[in-house]
T-cell receptor, first 115, second 113 residues
């Protein structure tokens, strides 16, 4: 049971390049989310999904796209990288039981630098 | 939307002392309040959580209290140890929000030996 797997772990991009951050979970969780973590600012929600084929915007969605074609995978696409997108990106998955959210399980993160 | 404020941003204690971190939330519909610990360069990991139908929960040296009326919840760590040094995040979510959590900005706890 690998939990939440993110790839790559590190990436350096040039301004204007595009790329996809991969996230996969093997816990059959219906909910998946992407966060970015900047120094001193905690975790900010970029996009989230409540199930295959359903996604929605979080707090800071601009410049990012997501799709969810399967329960397991939730890739995050940077359309045209900007230095302001330099951050650590975490993917998380969770479920819900009895009307309450369950704890989120986080991946190890992707450290992204935009030059 | 939900807003979560966390205080203090940094906390330094001597080994063996207690540490308390406080969070307030804005949306009375929030019903799930987890606390995550993040060590340097690592992923956030759940250490304890509480749901709105409970006022207090304890797990060994860690406890969380919830005051729904005042919309605040607190993390209490007793008998702190150097390995408790980390960044701690509180979060709030609603059962209807499908796993969408709002996080506080974090508290950097340093436990001095």
């Amino acid at each position: 049971n690998a939990g939440v797997t993110q790839t790559p772990k590190f990436q350096v991009l040039k301004t204007g390049q595009s790329m996809t951050l991969q996230c996969a979970q093997d816990m059959n969780h219906e909910y998946m989310s992407w966060y970015r973590q900047d120094p001193g600012m905690g975790l900010r929600l970029i996009h989230y999904s409540v199930g295959a084929g359903i996604t929605d915007q979080g707090e800071v969605p601009n410049g990012y796209n997501v799709s969810r074609s399967t329960t397991e995978d939730f890739p995050l696409r940077l359309l045209s990288a900007a230095p302001s997108q330099t951050s650590v990106y975490f993917c998380a998955s969770s479920s819900r039981t009895g009307g309450f959210d369950q704890p989120q399980h986080f991946g190890d993160g992707t450290r992204l630098s935009i030059l | 939307g939900e807003n979560v404020e966390q205080h203090p941003s940094t906390l330094s204690v001597q080994e063996g002392d207690s540490a308390v971190i406080k969070c307030t939330y804005s949306d009375s519909a929030s019903n799930y309040f987890p606390w995550y610990k993040q060590e340097l360069g690592k992923r956030p990991q759940l250490i304890i959580d509480i749901r709105s139908n409970v006022g207090e929960k304890k797990d060994q040296r860690i406890a969380v209290t919830l005051n729904k009326t005042a919309k605040h919840f607190s993390l209490h760590i007793t008998e702190t140890q150097p390995e408790d040094s980390a960044v701690y995040f509180c979060a709030a979510s609603m059962g209807t929000n499908a796993g969408k959590s709002t996080f506080g900005d974090g508290t950097t706890l340093t436990v001095k030996p």
